[in-house]
């Protein structure tokens, strides 16, 4: 039995996790879980699964938890703060810690996963994209284990040899016969809108995907195609893919995950039905496979399959994202806290949907720090950076 935590047991991917280990509980045990804020949702998770710990990063909602699982006599420990997580992310009992707490709150206690060994399914791609040279230093040098759980890179994951999956971000693609990886992406919801009409598109119409269920900021993300970016700079650092070994194509069907081009001409693509619990499965039971809880493919009602490439002129947060990577680690760090900023702005409406892609070049074009070494080096470059963008949101009227 596998003994797990799930970082952001509340949120999407956490939810989804707990369906999967619901339905195999001779298979894994919930140890501890984590979350933010959303006390309720907790509270529900404790009385099915009564882990030994429960961290909630806001101190209050932690207190509320407390009281409300002593009423039910349920003896969870209930702990606040991020240094209660990062403790909970290093248990010496974890065999598996679930990384799916959204953005740079999900930094630290990934890299406290990493420093005590542990086997980490990764959501959070913030983790890579800001601290991606310390990040892969640390998994080396810990010798932990990434099985990614994104949906594109657990796609590439599935289809690569084994020796690749044993050692990512380690060895050469090349060398193990894989002459490109291939990141399919769905366009998200704005994809068929004009690049005139795209100023005036709302937070509602961004977060409602034609294709996946996602929380409210990979929604943005989505609709912006940052999200698209952002792997491209995963996928770089965890399969140690070089600029002309991967490429981006727009896949409106969201039936092909990802692909790998092989030397001899095969291609080979993982495919299935827009369900996270795919992913989170293969993940949880590697190398077996379990029962997901997910739909099956039905080919005879599939019509099409279409791939398209992409238009950064449409989407230009798409292009910052790859040209960040090409810049160095300060780059990639500036440009994700300027993302998460002004992406919060535009869902609190402070801020037209043009104007991420807008802020995030300005944010990238007037930094100037040193390349980092350190993770304090980066935690710094992300605090001037939030509090920079902060003020040019501030300044913006309409």
Same mark, same amino acid.
């Given at each position: 039995m596998k003994k797990i935590t799930i970082l952001g047991s509340t949120g999407s991917i956490g939810i989804n996790t707990i369906s999967i280990i619901k339905k195999h509980p001779d298979l894994f045990k919930i140890v501890a879980l984590v979350a933010n804020k959303n006390f309720s949702?907790? $509270?529900? !998770?404790?009385v099915f699964f009564s882990p030994d710990w429960v961290a909630m990063k806001n101190e209050k909602s932690a207190n509320i938890l407390r009281t409300k699982l002593k009423e039910k006599k349920i003896k969870t420990q209930v702990l606040s703060g991020t240094k209660e997580i990062c403790a909970l992310a290093s248990l010496k009992e974890n065999d598996y810690v679930v990384s799916a707490i959204v953005g740079m709150a999900g930094l630290l206690p990934t890299l406290s996963a990493i420093c005590a060994g542990k086997?980490?399914?990764?959501? *959070?791609?913030?983790?890579?994209?800001? #601290?991606?040279?310390?990040?892969?230093?640390?998994?080396? %040098? *810990?010798?932990?284990?990434i099985i990614p759980i994104d949906s594109e890179h *657990?796609?590439?994951? !599935?289809?690569?040899?084994?020796? /690749? !999956?044993? *050692?990512l971000g380690k060895v050469s693609l090349k060398e193990n016969g894989v002459k490109s990886i291939i990141?399919?992406?769905?366009?998200?919801? /704005? %994809?068929? $809108?004009?690049?005139e009409d795209l100023p005036f598109v709302t937070p509602k119409q961004? #977060?409602?995907h034609p294709n996946w269920s996602m929380g409210k900021k990979i929604s943005v993300d989505s609709a912006t195609m940052i999200n698209k970016g952002l792997e491209y700079i995963e996928a770089r650092w965890l399969f140690n893919a070089s600029d002309n070994e991967i490429d981006i194509l727009i896949h409106p069907q969201s039936i092909i995950h990802s692909m790998v081009e092989y030397v001899d001409g095969s291609v080979l693509a993982q495919l299935s039905v827009p369900d996270m619990k795919v992913a989170i499965s293969y993940a949880m039971a590697f190398p077996k496979r379990i029962v997901s809880g997910s739909n099956f493919l039905n080919f005879k009602k599939l019509k099409c399959l279409n791939f398209f490439e992409p238009n950064f002129a449409q989407f230009p947060c798409l292009k910052l994202a790859i040209d960040a990577f090409a810049s160095g680690q300060s780059a990639m760090t500036v440009l994700n806290a300027a993302n998460e900023v002004s992406v919060s702005a535009f869902l609190n409406s402070k801020i037209r949907f043009d104007k991420i892609s807008e802020i995030n070049s300005d944010m990238l074009i007037s930094s100037d720090f040193l390349e980092p070494t350190s993770i304090e080096e980066i935690l710094e470059i992300d605090k001037k950076t939030r509090i920079k963008t902060k003020k040019k949101i501030s300044s913006l009227i309409y």
């Open positions: 949702t907790m $509270l529900e !998770q404790c086997t980490i399914l990764l959501a *959070n791609k913030e983790s890579l994209i800001a #601290c991606g040279c310390v990040f892969m230093k640390a998994l080396s %040098y *810990n010798r932990a284990r *657990n796609a590439i994951f !599935q289809v690569l040899p084994r020796f /690749l !999956q044993k *050692n990141l399919t992406g769905s366009g998200g919801p /704005l %994809y068929h $809108l004009k690049k961004t #977060c409602t």
